[in-house]
């Protein structure tokens, strides 16, 4: 199979995916990144059984990993004519866990680095992580200034106080 320019990730996407990420037993992050994003056909399919809405519209998610019960993240299209690093990344979990969890990819790097996956943000954000040096160093590099877990995930709700009411009114 052929790769579309629609399957590949961005470079600092790409290079954030390759990092360790260290689950420690539950203590620390549950993901599993992906090396192109889902494609726009199975995001599209998996939406519609997720919501279980056949009309539910996945145009706007562009999926580049998950946790390990299957729930996904992804990049959530909302700013017209902005680059993709510049749009939330938002968690759609196994269980219906759904969340905005930073603001941008570069938010997200932060919370990484504070051992908080895109899981843990949407569902136990306030429980003790283990540390993620190399992708506190990696944050560093590519994403100054550091931020806290807590001011990335409360800007990301205040800036979209409405994106589970969203997905909700496409759920069936």
């Not at 759609?92 to 504070?114: K, P």
Request: hydrophobic share 40%; aromatic share 12%.
């Amino acid at each position: 199979m052929s790769l579309n320019e629609n399957d590949v990730l961005p470079e600092l996407v790409s290079l954030a995916n390759q990092l360790p990420f260290e689950y420690a037993d539950g203590d620390g992050i549950d993901f599993e990144p992906h090396d192109t994003f889902m494609s726009i056909e199975d995001t599209a399919h998996w939406f519609q059984a997720w919501t279980g809405n056949p009309n539910a519209d996945a145009s706007k998610f562009r999926v580049f990993g998950q946790d390990g019960t299957g729930g996904y993240v992804a990049f959530w299209t909302v700013r017209p004519g902005s680059d993709l690093l510049a749009q939330p990344v938002v968690f759609l979990g196994s269980e219906g866990e759904t969340a905005v969890v930073a603001r941008n990819f570069y938010d997200y790097l932060w919370l990484l680095a504070a051992g908080i996956g895109p899981y843990e943000a949407a569902s136990y954000s306030d429980a003790p992580r283990v540390s993620q040096p190399e992708l506190e160093s990696f944050a560093l590099r590519n994403a100054p200034p550091a931020r806290t877990a807590t001011q990335v995930l409360q800007d990301a709700q205040a800036e979209f106080p409405l994106f589970v009411q969203g997905i909700e009114a496409q759920c069936r």
